[in-house]
């Protein structure tokens, strides 16, 4: 059983696993912010590269069934519409996954979280962009932003999700193609950080404990989701990222 403690006492394994459901829900909820919540709770007592691996396997597992929640049917067509941010975030994933000790991520955070926070704090003053004509450029953008933030820090979902709620995507959309993007991610993530060191024989098995109170989690945040109306949805979308800007601020700052 130490194994999946990964030399934890048993209260710190169960905080773990509290995080972790709390996480769950906030992201069947609104559709991410699993490994903001679980990177910023998990990290407080355990180390990074701990905190790290633990989100592998259930973001994983959770965006998949968040993408396939409501058949296969549509998400061909998901993937069709949004390849470019797929292809090019991808890339920028597998590329800074290998740079996590080379490039301070911090500057990155502080950087991100600045812009997200400013975007998302005048949206709820009322400012309403559209994103509906952009170029595709502009959309490459985004994937690029999401890929490299998400390669450095298992976090790819405030560019994603700043992108989505400007094309004012619907709610139960938006959370499938949410689990398309980052499902597919942390796929490449994983096996990112089974080259980089970060998952394995120690840490996978803390990963996978990870699973059950993620899923759970995951289950009680869909049923909350289903009673919210669209307007709603965006307004709690909006808060939850501003408060995850704040928190990559947070973390760029605690790194200078």
Known sequence: MDIFFSGLTPALFSLALSVTLLAGVVKGMV??????????????????ELALAALILPTVATNLQQAFRHGAGEVWGAIKRFKIFLLVGGMFLLGFAQLVSVIPSH??????????SLFTGLQ???WSPSFHHAPKRFEAFFGGVAGAIGGLSGIWGPPTVMYLTALDVAKKESLRIQGIIYGLGAMLLVVSHIGSG???????????AMLVPALLGLQIGFRLHDRIDQK???????IVLFVAGLNLVRKGLMGL
């Open 31 to 48: 559709g991410f912010a699993m490994p903001m919540i679980m990177i910023s709770g998990l990290s407080s007592f355990l180390a990074p």
């Open 107 to 116: 500057l990155m955070l502080l950087s991100i979280g600045v812009i997200v």
């Open 124 to 126: 709820l003053l009322g």
């Open 198 to 208: 970060v998952l394995n024989a120690k840490t996978l098995p803390f990963s996978m």
């Open 232 to 238: 709603n949805f965006k307004r709690l979308t909006q």
